[in-house]
């Protein structure tokens, strides 16, 4: 089993940074060799349906992302630290929602987007004021 726990959250105005962290416990990805091991960062605002905002693949590092995040936000890992970051730039209002870590043992790139993952954080709420 593994465990998420996100932090970083916050309130901030528009054109504001913020980092989000997710660091997981428990059977953790540390020392896979495989490449299927995915982290992936989804939100959820309200009265709206959880959207995929990002996602990297524990191994290789490889990306994806929403196109609504595209040159803002970054994802990234640190593997020693079982830590998958989400740096968010350029914040706007749109952007206010609980923020959710997922992670998944074997997940192919073409499926990063897919809301399937088995493990999931609590959340962390990011609001952004205009």
């Known amino acids: 089993q593994v465990q998420l726990v996100e932090s970083g959250g916050g309130l901030v105005q528009a054109g504001d940074s913020l980092r989000l962290s997710c660091t997981a416990s428990?059977?953790?990805?540390?020392?896979?060799?495989?490449?299927?091991?995915?982290m992936a960062w989804f939100r959820q605002a309200p009265g709206k349906e959880r959207e995929f905002v990002a996602a990297?693949?524990?191994?290789?590092?490889?990306?994806s992302y929403a196109d609504f995040v595209k040159g803002r936000f970054t994802i990234s890992r640190d593997n020693a630290k079982n830590t998958v970051y989400l740096q968010m730039n350029s914040l706007k209002s749109e952007d206010t929602a609980v923020y959710y870590c997922?992670?998944?043992?074997?997940?192919?790139?073409?499926?990063?987007?897919?809301?399937?993952?088995?493990?999931w954080g609590q959340g962390t709420q990011v609001t952004v004021s205009s």
């Open positions: 428990g059977h953790t990805f540390s020392g896979r060799t495989d490449s299927s091991v995915a």
């Open positions: 997922a992670a998944d043992a074997a997940r192919g790139v073409e499926f990063f987007r897919t809301p399937t993952y088995p493990y």
């Open positions: 990297i693949s524990w191994r290789s590092g490889t990306t």
